[in-house]
Nanobody, 120 residues
């Protein structure tokens, strides 16, 4: 069974850093785009960052210069390094990935979500 397994997150003071990880488990053919979205209380989910199979990245304006997304294809894992965290970054962060399975089709998966809380 294909799953995205997230780790990282937690409570951090303003100005601090966290690293989120998202690992793909199960039988797949290839990993296409991976990324994170976040959802704060009372708000809709919004894109944080994404990275294509070729390494092209995209960031929300609010995190540019502070967050970095990267992927290790050998480990089938994507990472979100979050620096200079602000209280406004507090949200549940969900990993997502577009995966090509052995059936030849692209399927879209979500991680379980991890809470990031920025507070003093």
């Amino acid at each position: 069974q294909v799953q995205l397994v997230e780790s990282g997150g937690g409570l951090v003071q303003p100005g601090g850093s966290l690293r989120l990880s998202c690992a793909v488990s199960g039988t797949i053919f290839s990993i296409n785009t991976m990324g994170w979205v976040c959802q704060a209380p009372g708000k809709e989910r919004e894109l944080v960052a994404s990275v294509t199979s070729g390494g092209s990245t995209n960031y929300a304006d609010s995190v540019k210069g502070r967050f970095t997304i990267a992927r290790d294809n050998d480990k089938r894992t994507a990472y979100l390094l979050m620096n200079s965290l602000e209280p406004e970054d507090t949200a549940v962060y969900y990993c997502n990935a577009a995966l090509t399975l052995p059936d030849g089709y692209e399927h879209y998966y979500w991680g379980q979500g991890t809470q990031v809380t920025v507070s003093s």
